[in-house]
């Protein structure tokens, strides 16, 4: 078949299941999950996948799952992500009332793409005329958030990274993967590089007693307010860097008013654009909250676990999707990658092993994590995605996958996956200023 017409008859396909992808869209919209609990989405698109005919290996990263699409030739094998989860924003118009979930970050759509991918790829006939295998991998817990929970799963022994790619990668997931990529919501076509950040879970102890006798006691609280102000000092230090964040949040200050606490609890998060700033950010940051929490005549553990790797997309493989953006959106002027986002995305740990791009595209409407954010555009977030990503397949794949198998080459070049492991291990660590 001519490379002109496996595009149209790729793209046919997809328009033709029109309504059918809207509605899955729609129907994820409003079944929002957060992380590691996408037990609904999942089913529901794993029963989708089975319905075309495809073979579903699931329960991977709790939540997760894999569909292969093999051409019966050899090739590389090419992965394409959907994220499966939702934010948490309780005070979102249209969150689930129990939980206060909402896919105010658009992860519906990319959800939906997969179902379109495989739509696009599997009735339009064009595999005959591809070499290799397309991977459909929904992907969960990309969200940063909910860091007990998650610590819970660690502690239960059910996780090991807070962050659905990254556990993916631990188990195994992406060890035949060749080259991977997405397409996530935004008010632009193209890919853009990313900050990587740590998480942290931080306890000040002190000694509870009265509050009317406060002397006797070490107020936690007091180890807490002196943390944040070092916190605030340190920022100072990496002010002539537009891309070092440092965000945290109390989640628990004490139980009684009439009582000095002796526990305090704050959540935080350091984004840094290398992996060797994050180190160095990270080091610092225990350094200052341990000993304001000494000099409060208190103790302070950090718990630190990796978030994500700071992302760099493959070029040769952008260039691909953005001549597939320029044909399914002509006249388009795109310039990729001219920002760089201070923004985080477990994308970053899957380029760090293997050629990826994270990509964007429309269909949102508000602000990003927002509570006015919804969908503004079906066709183009769950139809036009789907083209996208199904295109970009057949780009790689066409022409005894000339394409894929070049920039599948740079594989040699990025970070094995066992000293991805090793790496990330050693940012997740424990620390006490009773060790100082």
């Known amino acids: 078949m001519a490379t002109c017409n496996l595009r149209q008859s790729v793209i046919d396909a997809i328009k033709a299941k029109n309504d059918f992808l809207c509605n899955v869209g729609e129907h994820i919209w409003k079944n929002p999950e957060p992380g590691f609990r996408e037990v609904k989405t999942s089913a529901y698109l794993t029963g989708l996948l089975r319905d075309m005919g495809l073979e579903v290996k699931t329960g991977l990263a709790v939540t997760g799952f894999r569909a292969d699409i093999d051409t019966g030739r050899p090739g590389p094998t090419v992965a394409v992500l959907g994220e499966l989860d939702s934010l948490v924003l309780p005070n979102h118009p249209e969150c689930d009332k129990n939980t206060g979930a909402v896919h105010a970050c658009g992860h519906n759509a990319s959800a939906t793409s997969l179902i379109g991918t495989a739509v696009g790829l599997l009735e339009s006939g064009v595999l005959d005329s591809l070499c290799g295998k397309i991977a459909l991998i929904g992907t969960p817990a990309e969200e940063g958030i909910e860091m007990d929970y998650r610590k819970g799963l660690i502690d239960a022994g059910k996780i090991q990274s807070i962050s659905g790619k990254s556990q993916l990668i631990r188990e195994g997931v992406f060890d035949d993967i060749d080259i991977s990529y997405m397409h996530h919501l935004s008010s632009h076509y193209g890919y853009n590089d990313h900050n990587g950040c740590v998480n942290k879970k931080i306890t000040i102890h002190g ?230």
């Open 207 to 436: 000694k509870s007693c009265h509050a009317a006798s406060p002397q006797k006691g070490h107020n936690a609280l007091n180890g807490s307010t002196m943390a944040l102000n070092a916190i605030a000092m340190l920022r100072e230090v990496y002010s002539d860097n537009a891309y070092v964040r440092i965000h945290g949040i109390i989640t628990n200050g004490g139980d009684a008013v009439n009582i000095i606490p002796d526990t305090v609890t704050m959540e935080y998060m350091l984004r840094a654009p290398t992996l060797e700033s994050i180190v160095s950010l990270n080091d610092r940051f225990d350094k200052v909250v341990m000993y304001a929490a000494k000099a409060a005549e208190c103790e302070a553990v950090i718990e630190t676990v990796h978030g994500y790797m700071p992302l760099y997309d493959d070029p040769e493989l952008g260039e691909v999707m953005c001549d597939v953006v320029r044909e399914v959106v002509p006249g388009i002027e795109l310039v990729p990658n001219q920002k760089f986002f201070s923004s985080c995305t477990d994308m970053g740990d899957i380029a760090m092993i293997i050629p990826a791009v994270h990509g964007y595209c429309l269909g949102g409407k508000g602000t990003s994590h927002g509570i006015d954010y919804g969908i503004g555009d079906q066709y183009k977030a769950y139809v036009e995605n789907s083209i996208l990503n199904a295109l970009i397949a057949v780009e790689l794949l066409r022409d005894d996958a000339a394409k894929g198998s070049k920039i599948a080459a740079g594989k040699k070049d990025l970070l094995p996956i066992p000293e991805y492991i090793k790496t990330i291990n050693n940012l997740s660590k424990t620390v006490r200023s009773a060790d100082l």
